[in-house]
């Protein structure tokens, strides 16, 4: 596994996390966290399986 699979692997809970943070926090309404949330994680399994 390369280094940026690893990078992948560890920002992208802490993406998802920040936007649990930031809907509970008032700053995000919930579709907003949910487009955010799936945007992240598309991003990420392209980046990862194209590597």
Do not use: E
Request: proline fraction near 2%; charge should be positive; hydrophobic fraction near 70%.
């Amino acid at each position: 596994m390369r280094d940026a699979q690893i990078g992948l692997l560890i920002v992208t809970p802490m993406i998802l996390v920040m936007a649990v943070i930031l809907y509970r926090a008032g700053a995000l309404r919930l579709s907003s966290m949910i487009l955010a949330s799936l945007a992240a994680i598309v991003i990420a399994a392209v980046l990862f399986l194209s590597h």
